[in-house]
């Protein structure tokens, strides 16, 4: 298998102030479906095409933002590689065992240099609704809301951004797929371990651990058309697009939950290989990077992050 | 060769890099995406409009009102006994009079994201 170690997003939680209004919009509005809610509250939901048991956690919180993201890994014994490499870095790992998380195997985790906390894990239990393996139909439950494919991406706000693309090539094996510098440094990145143009993505910023948006898959620049009917149509508040990013080229919307976590519905981008250079941009064109048909970031992007 | 880099000094409001094979307009808005202009003519702040990102911060100096859930992150208990509040997050029951406030990752942060250059 070429791909191996850190394969793909696994899963991202989040805060949210109002749980009711969350999974109504997650629901209904993206398009996924609940699979349940654990002991503790938290509300555990996928899209009908992913085969795992759950890929966006809910918990209802006094603030709005991200509490963890988890990658998944092939086998077991990644976790037992990773956790020597995250400490000979220097990082502390810590364990969370099966079962804390309805349907997820163990898990470590581990608080990078831009304050976010990252997991790991290797196994995951199947739930319903998920793909057929036999003669499957394109799809087996109707798809519904902006019919989101899958919890694709994050793009995370928090300092020393520099030690994150060094922790993530170096320990986990990522590549920097892209990359903004400015005159007085490194401004952004975004790490792939797979073949998408981004798996994660980092903005400088000077208060750690801040979420700037989670985004989902969607099949076709179509699909972003019929998205952004169902923001006016629901009144959901919106950030900007439909456009399209120079950076990954994926066609998309930025628009805001009901706590104010910022979606993307993102269709596109293209293919990245691992033996393909790094794409750079710098202060003069970031602009069309960010945004490709405006050619310019709007007031909210650097500054708008919960 | 690369464009030769200069500093454009906007009175009162900051200074943005502009290349010499570009617009001075065009490098002002750029800084302007950046936030590195200060005290622009009034432009409402505006965020993630559902009470999480504190950008729209307010004082309610007078006037009824109600109010949905807010991150405390950005308001906090006594903040909102004295009224301030994210103006994205309340509605009017009555005439209302209002001051924007800082809001408070900014206060706190003492700087923005990005300083100008």
């Avoid at chain 1, 990954?248 to 979606?263: A, E, H, K, L, M």
């Amino acid at each position: 298998m070429a791909i191996s170690g850190v394969l793909r997003p696994s899963f991202i939680q989040i805060r949210v102030l109002d749980m009711p209004a969350a999974i109504d919009y997650y629901t209904k509005r993206i398009g996924f479906h609940q699979v349940c809610e654990g002991p503790d509250g938290r509300v555990y939901l996928k899209s009908a095409d992913e085969f795992d048991h759950h890929s966006l956690v809910l918990r209802r919180a006094d603030s709005a933002g991200i509490d963890m993201m988890a990658f998944k890994c092939l086998e077991d014994a990644d976790l037992d590689r990773f956790e020597k490499r995250v400490t000979e870095y220097g990082f502390a790992v810590d364990h969370v065992k099966a079962g804390e998380m309805p349907g997820a195997g163990r898990r470590i985790g581990f608080t990078i240099a831009s304050g976010h906390r990252i997991e790991l894990l290797a196994k995951s239990d199947m739930s319903a609704p998920h793909p057929r393996t036999h003669n499957p139909d394109v799809w087996d439950v109707e798809p519904h809301g902006m019919r989101a494919r899958r919890f694709d991406h994050a793009l995370l706000y928090g300092p020393d951004i520099e030690k994150n693309l060094d922790f993530f090539t170096k320990v986990l094996d990522f590549r920097c797929a892209e990359r903004v510098d400015m005159p007085d440094g490194l401004l952004a990145i975004w790490l792939t371990c797979g073949m998408k143009a981004h798996d994660i993505a980092f903005v400088k910023y000077p208060e750690p651990n801040k979420l700037h948006h989670i985004a989902f898959d969607l099949e076709s620049w179509n699909d972003v058309g019929h998205a952004a009917d169902i923001l006016t149509r629901y009144d959901i508040s919106i950030d900007i697009g439909p456009t399209r990013h120079g950076i990954t080229r994926g066609q998309t919307i930025y628009f805001f939950d009901p706590s104010g976590n910022r979606c993307e519905v993102f269709a596109g981008g293209y293919t990245y290989y691992p033996d393909l250079p790094t794409r750079t941009w710098d202060e003069q064109q970031v602009g069309k990077g960010i945004f490709y048909y405006e050619r310019k970031m709007n007031d909210a992007f650097l500054t708008v992050v919960t | 060769m690369a464009p030769r880099r200069f500093q454009i000094t906007l009175e009162g409001h900051g200074v943005a890099s502009a290349y010499e094979n570009e617009r001075v307009l065009v490098a002002l808005e750029r800084a302007q995406g950046f936030g590195q202009l200060k005290n622009m003519p009034r432009r409402l702040p505006v965020g993630c409009r559902r009470g999480g990102c504190g950008i729209c911060r307010v004082r309610v100096e007078s006037g009824e009102y109600r109010a949905d859930a807010m991150s405390r992150a950005h308001v906090t208990p006594h903040d909102e006994a004295e009224g301030v509040v994210l103006s994205c997050c309340i509605y009017p029951l009555s005439d209302l009079s209002l001051r924007l406030e800082t809001p408070v990752a900014v206060k706190a942060k003492g700087e923005r994201a990005l300083q100008p250059v």
